[in-house]
RNA sequence: GCCCUCGUAGCUUAAUGGAUAAAGCAGGACUCUUCUAAGGUCUUGAUGGGGGUUCGAUUCCCUCCGAGGGCACCA
C-alpha cells in the first residue's frame, strides 16, 4: 500500500528526492502523510524562489491528485506546516485487502535472497546453568533469525559454545580438590557451577588457586590426558542438559561448534600473524597494535602462550567466511563486550577478513534489584528454568480457571505456550540498550502488552472461525463481496494490516529494537476492537458475514505468522 | 582518569528531525443472560538541568548532573 503512494510521489519529483510516507498516529492526519514537501522547501534555491512549505504542500496535492487513478484516494490534503496528507478510498482499501487476503505469503520478502547470515547467539559456557541472561540473548537472536529467514536470507543459527579457556583449568582445579563424582554423574551442571562459585569464594582468601587453574588450563591446553577426559565428561554432559533447556524454549540451532573447535589453530594463527608482521611482543605477551583505530592493543596470546577469547574469534571469524561466504555476520552479545568487538572487528579490517558485514547487536544487561550485575561467579542469578517453570505454572492456573473443560494435555499445552511466550514477548518488546533491572513482575505479566494478550487476540479470532463453519479459503473466495467491508472498525484493521510487510523490514534493518512486537501489539488492539464493535457470527446478512468472516480469518493468519518471527507460538484456544 | 551505553508519567517502555509526546502496569469510574473479561470504554499523570543548530528537537551538537558497563594477560 505504502509502495503504491510512493510510486505515485516519485513520478512527480525530481529523480532522486528523499521521499518517504508514514502512517500517522492520528487519523485527523490521514492514513497516509509524507512531509517530502517541506525537505523541498528547505533546499538551497527553493526560499529564495518564495516556495513555503505549504505552498508547495498545496501544489503538490494537486498534483497528486490529477496524478493518481480516478478513485484511488478520499481525500488529499495539505496540512501546516507542510503535511500532504492522503486518505484512501474504500475502494482502495477492500482492493489491497483483497490481494492480502490471497497472498499466502503475505510479508515473506526476497531482499535477502542468495544472502547467507550467521547469527551467533546464546553461546552459554559449558558447566554453568543457562541463566536469565542467556535467556535475553537467546530470545533475542532467535528472533532476528527468524526475521532474517522470513526476508529470504540463508540463516545460520549459530551457538558459540563457551567450551575452552581458564575457567575450564579453574574447574579443573576445583574439581580436583573438591569434586565428589557422584554429585557430578547425579546432577552434572549443578554440581559443577557449585565448584566453580566455590572455586571463585576461596580465591579471594587463597591467591594460589588462580594460578593454580591457569596451570591446569595450560594442560588442558597441551593434551593433558587427564585433564583431556575430565574437560570432556563435562562438555558432555552439560550439552545433554542444554539441549533440554533449549526445547523446552523451542529453539534449536544449525551449528554448535564452540571454542574449543579451534583450539589447534591458535598457535598457527599467532605466529602466522607474528611472521605477517601484525602481530609484535609486547610485555611478555603477543598483541595486534590498534593505534590506526584509536583503539589498544587486542591482546592475542598470554605471556604463559595460552590463547585467549579474541585469538579464537579471530580463527572463528576466518573459518565462518571461508565456509559459509555470509554476507553478514550478528553477534548477539550483551552490551559489556562492546570493546572487545570494537577491537575484533578492526582485527578483521587489520587482515582484511572483510567480505562480510560485521555486527555486533547489543543489547541492555540484565541487572539484580539491587542494581547490580547478576554475577555466575558470585552466585547471584536466576536460572532459565526456573525463569520458564514459573512462567509455565502461572500460565497453567489462568487456563485452570478459564478453560477447565480442556483435557489435562491441551491445559498443559497451552500453558507452555502462553508462559514462555510471555516470557519471550516481555523480552522483544524492550529490546532496547537500556539495562533491564530484573523483576518477576515484569517477566511475567500476562494482561495488557504482552505475550498472551496476543495470543488471546489470536485465539479470539480462532474461535469466531471455528464456530462459523468457516472453512479454509479456497480459489471461490475471491468473489467475495469485500465491499460489505465498510465500518470504521474493519477498515481501520485493513490498514493496520497493510503495515506488516514495513513492520517485518524495520525489524531486520533496525537491529537495536523489535519494531515487529510493537507493531503486533498495536495490530491486537486494533483487531481487539473490530471483533468487540462488529458482530460477525450473528451478522444478519450473509454476505457481509461471510466477507467479515475473511477479514478475521486473514488478521489471525498475520497474527500468527507475526508471532511465529518473535519465536511465540499461537495456541488455537488459550 | 579515558571510552561505551543510557536518562521520557509513581513503575516498565514507544516515538525514520515533524503535527495535540504513544502505550502497558499501578490508582479512579464503567463494562460479562450477545462470537473467550488474559478483553473493551472513560480517567489522573512525563521529555534530568542549561546552552546551541533548525521553519520545527525526546531525537543532532556542546556542557553540567545522574545510572550502568568496560579499559591487555577473564569470557
Known sequence: MKDSIL????????????????????????????????????????????????????????????????????????AA???VNFW???????????????????????????????????????????NVGHLRNTIIGESLANIFEFSGYTVIRWNYLGDWGTQFGKLIAAYRQWGDKKAVMKNPIEALQKLYVRFHEETKSDPELERRGQEEFKKLEGGDKEN??????????????????YKALGVDFDVWTGESFFENEM???????????????????MVIKLDAFNLPPALIEKSDGASLYLTRDIANLRYRLKKYKPAKILYVIGNE????????????????????????????????????????????TVSMNEILGKAVALAKEAVQKKNAELSEKEKNEIAEA?????????????????????????????????????????????????????????????????????????????????????????????????????YLYKFA???????????????????RRQARLTLIETAARVLKTGLGLLGIQAPEKI
Not at 516519485?10 to 529523480?15: F, K, M, N, T, Y
Not at 525537505?39 to 497528486?64: C, D, N
Not at 598457527?268 to 611482543?281: D, K, Q, S, T
Request: aromatic content about 10%; glycine content about 6%; proline content about 4%.
Open 228 to 245: 583431556r577426559k575430565l574437560w570432556k565428561w563435562f562438555r558432555e554432559e552439560s550439552i545433554k542438559e542444554l539441549k533440554r533447556s
Open 81 to 83: 506546516p507542510g503535511f
Open 418 to 518: 502462553v508462559g514462555i511466550g510471555a516470557v519471550k514477548y516481555n523480552d522483544l518488546k524492550e529490546n532496547r540498550m537500556t539495562d533491564i533491572v530484573f523483576n518477576w513482575e515484569r517477566m511475567l505479566a500476562f494482561t495488557g502488552d504482552s505475550g498472551p494478550y496476543l495470543q488471546y487476540t489470536y485465539a479470539r479470532m480462532r474461535s469466531i472461525l471455528r464456530k462459523s463453519g468457516y472453512a479454509e479459503r479456497d480459489a471461490k473466495d475471491a468473489g467475495r463481496d469485500f465491499a460489505a467491508l465498510d465500518g470504521d472498525a474493519a477498515l481501520a484493521l485493513m490498514r493496520k494490516l497493510f503495515e506488516f510487510p514495513d513492520a517485518v523490514k524495520k525489524s531486520n534493518e533496525l537491529l537495536m529494537t523489535s519494531p515487529l512486537a510493537d
Open 337 to 380: 563486550q562492546s570493546f572487545q568487538f570494537e577491537q575484533l572487528f578492526a582485527v578483521a579490517k587489520v587482515l582484511k577478513l572483510d567480505s562480510a558485514e560485521l555486527r555486533h547487536v547489543k543489547y541492555g544487561l540484565v541487572r539484580g534489584e539491587s542494581g547490580k550485575k547478576l554475577s555466575t561467579r558470585e552466585g547471584r
Open 267 to 285: 598457535k598457527p594463527v599467532v605466529r602466522e600473524l607474528c611472521e605477517r608482521g601484525i602481530a609484535e611482543r609486547s610485555e611478555g605477551a
Open 88 to 130: 484512501l478510498s474504500k475502494k482502495t482499501l477492500q482492493e489491497e485487502f483483497k490481494k492480502v487476503f490471497s497472498d499466502k505469503n503475505y510479508g515473506r520478502s526476497e531482499s535477502g535472497k542468495k544472502k547467507t547470515v550467521i547469527v551467533e547467539y546464546s553461546s552459554p559456557n559449558i558447566a554453568k546453568i543457562l
Open 7 to 78: 510510486t505515485i510521489l516519485r513520478s512527480l519529483l525530481p529523480a532522486g528526492t528523499p521521499v518517504d510516507v508514514s502512517v500517522p498516529e492520528q487519523e485527523t492526519f490521514g492514513h497516509y502523510s509524507t512531509n517530502v514537501a517541506m525537505r523541498l522547501a528547505s533546499v538551497k534555491g527553493a526560499k529564495k524562489a518564495g516556495a513555503t512549505p505549504m505552498a508547495v504542500a498545496q501544489e503538490l496535492a494537486v498534483k497528486i491528485e490529477a496524478a493518481a487513478p480516478a478513485g484511488f484516494f478520499e481525500k488529499i490534503e495539505a
Open 525 to 543: 488492539s486494533v483487531a481487539n476492537k473490530f471483533y468487540e464493535t462488529t458482530p460477525i457470527l450473528k451478522d444478519e446478512n450473509e454476505s
